[in-house]
């Protein structure tokens, strides 16, 4: 029942409990309205008569529960409707987490900690925004964790968060994301260094609990923890360790029963452990993608999203106003360690780096470490374990007059002198 062109774009009749799926071409934007009864995207209710506008590459569901008509103009790779949606089973999955929302409330226990986890292009975020959503549209204040570290939906590529969600994301941007706490990992693979990735999982996890106890609504909300889609050794290790570190109740395995089996087999009794069919909309990346995806992420840091530009700024920075740091040494075999020195002391280390030519275009977190805290051997923790209030990247470096020039989304001065490396390259093309 679709297909109808009227003037202002095609038009697309819904029957409940359906959705109307479309990929904007490279290059492209598309517009979708929507014309008469209810609709929402990726569980974000559409206003009627608002034209939303969606970028080049983006791959976007309708879902209506009760039917709908809208209308899409604009070039469109693909664009049709599906009866064969997984929502009913997702919207089961909300009403369950609801639930213990209602009990930890009346018996002053905390809400569900939720981890959901499969293998990469499941729809892992889009199932964590959906019931995200759908907390939050309740009046819940559920906390979104995100480990993701290719595809951070929170910040830059390489960083570890958390978010409270206070209302249900745009439609067009996502959730807004005011004042997350973020943590530098600085690549995009949790394989480069899972040492540090299972600390900050901890760190994460430490956080939030503090919060819950003094937040009831944070407490009552739970969490929503998005994980990696590497699911196999130290990957699948990981996993188990987030459970553990978040004291999770819940683990909803998207699509994989191989996985699924594995963690009730490995996860304690009480963890309820849940398989999901992926949604058949959701569409396989390329690697190609997922570096434009992250590079776009990168940008929008800077410039801003369509309608809300920032300005980013660009000034010179001398050497000796700041310590630069890379986290974890190269590994060596462990028959060449110093004694006493294990392997996990060589990932968690912090080693300084000098400046030199091969910085340039490399993003860089800014600490929030206290400038006078002093740098021992011993005294790394306190830099790992504090959050990042921003990010530069290095723009040119020049060793002869010892300084570098970077981007920044504020002027100068840098609000604080602590820098780390990120394995991950931005080139500024405006
Ligand atoms: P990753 O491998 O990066 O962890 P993921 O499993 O989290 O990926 P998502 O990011 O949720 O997967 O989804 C992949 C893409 O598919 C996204 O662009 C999303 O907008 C799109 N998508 C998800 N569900 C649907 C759907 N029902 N119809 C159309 N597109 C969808």
């Given at each position: 029942s679709s297909g109808s062109a009227g003037t202002s774009g095609t038009r697309f009749d819904l029957e409940r409990e359906t959705e109307l799926r479309f990929e904007v071409e490279a290059g492209e934007r598309v517009q979708l309205e929507l014309l008469s009864g209810l609709a929402e995207v990726f569980g974000s209710e559409l206003n009627r008569n608002k034209k939303y506008t969606f970028g080049p590459g983006s791959k976007i569901a309708v879902f209506t529960w009760q039917g709908c008509s809208v209308s899409l103009s604009g070039t469109t790779e693909v664009a049709y409707i599906s009866k064969d949606t997984p929502m009913l089973l997702y919207l089961n999955t909300h009403v369950a987490l609801e639930q213990m929302r209602r009990q930890a409330e009346k018996d002053n226990e905390r809400g569900p900690r939720v981890m959901v986890v499969g293998p990469t292009d499941v729809g892992k975020s889009t199932v964590c925004r959906v019931l995200l959503n759908y907390a939050v549209r309740l009046g819940r204040r559920p906390t979104l964790v995100e480990l993701d570290v290719g595809q951070?939906?929170?910040?830059?590529?390489?960083t570890m968060s958390a978010l409270c969600i206070?209302?249900?994301?745009?439609?067009?941007?996502?959730?807004?994301?005011?004042a997350p706490l973020v943590f530098h990992f600085?690549?995009?693979?949790?394989?480069?260094n899972i040492k540090l990735y299972n600390k900050l999982t901890s760190s994460l996890a430490e956080v939030f609990s503090q919060r819950c106890e003094v937040n009831r609504k944070a407490s009552v909300g739970g969490c929503i923890i998005n994980t990696c889609g590497?699911?196999?050794?130290s990957g699948y290790q990981a996993l188990v360790h987030c459970a553990s570190a978040f004291q999770v109740d819940v683990v909803i395995v998207l699509d994989q029963e191989r996985l699924y089996n594995e963690l009730k087999r490995d996860l304690p009794h009480f963890v309820r452990v849940v398989l999901l069919p992926k949604s058949g909309g959701v569409v396989e990346r390329s690697k190609d993608c997922r570096r434009e995806t992250r590079d776009e992420k990168i940008r929008e840091y800077f410039y801003g999203f369509r309608a809300t530009s920032f300005y980013p700024h660009a000034f010179d920075v001398r050497f000796s106003e700041v310590r630069i740091y890379k986290i974890g040494a190269p590994s060596i075999p462990d028959s060449c360690l110093p004694l006493g020195m294990s392997q996990d002391d060589t990932q968690l280390k912090l080693v300084p780096v000098s400046p030199g030519r091969d910085l340039t275009h490399h993003v860089l977190s800014v600490s929030?470490?206290?400038?006078?805290?002093e740098v021992g051997a011993g005294q790394s923790r306190g830099i790992l374990e504090s959050p990042v209030c921003g990010f530069i990247v290095v723009t040119a470096v020049d060793t002869q007059a010892q300084v570098m020039t970077v981007l920044s989304?504020?002027?100068?001065?840098?609000?604080?002198?602590t820098l780390l490396i990120m394995d991950i390259r931005f080139i500024d093309l405006k």
């Open positions: 951070s939906s929170v910040s830059v590529p390489g206070e209302r249900p994301a745009d439609v067009e941007e996502g959730f807004s994301v005011q600085g690549s995009t693979t949790p394989g480069t590497w699911v196999k050794g929030s470490v206290d400038d006078d805290a989304p504020a002027p100068r001065p840098l609000p604080r002198h």
